[in-house]
């Protein structure tokens, strides 16, 4: 199976996990998710009333310079990780 396909197929999986993960494992899945399917971070700074879209923003912002692969990779292990301790 190629990274993509893999890749591709946790992001699906994680999505059936039978608890939510922790809102810090959500945020630092999406922040992989972005920056595999997007790459460097690409739009402004939500405002400080937008905490939620903060959040997010600075996810995403913390993962700027790792390469698509890298973070295909590192979703994947988290994905893994978040499916065992959580069940699907």
Same mark, same amino acid.
């Not at 992989?32 to 937008?50: C, H, S, W």
């Given at each position: 199976?190629? &990274?993509?396909?893999?890749?591709? +197929? !946790?992001? =699906? =999986? *994680?999505?059936?996990?039978? %608890?939510?993960?922790?809102?810090?494992?959500? &945020? =630092? &899945?999406?922040?992989? !998710?972005? +920056?595999? *399917? *997007?790459? /460097? $971070? #690409? $739009?402004?700074?939500?405002? $400080? %009333? /937008?905490?939620?879209?903060?959040?997010?923003? =600075?996810?995403? #912002?913390?993962?700027?310079?790792?390469?698509?692969?890298?973070?295909?990779?590192? !979703?994947?292990? &988290?994905?893994?990780?978040?499916? #065992?301790?959580?069940?699907?």
């Amino acid at each position: 199976m190629t &990274l993509q396909k893999e890749f591709e +197929q !946790y992001a =699906d =999986d *994680v999505k059936k996990v039978k %608890t939510r993960p922790t809102d810090q494992e959500l &945020l =630092d &899945l999406y922040g992989l !998710y972005k +920056q595999a *399917v *997007v790459g /460097d $971070i #690409n $739009i402004d700074k939500p405002g $400080i %009333t /937008d905490l939620k879209g903060k959040a997010k923003w =600075d996810a995403w #912002n913390s993962r700027k310079g790792m390469s698509k692969d890298d973070a295909m990779t590192a !979703y994947i292990a &988290l994905a893994k990780e978040s499916i #065992n301790k959580y069940g699907m």
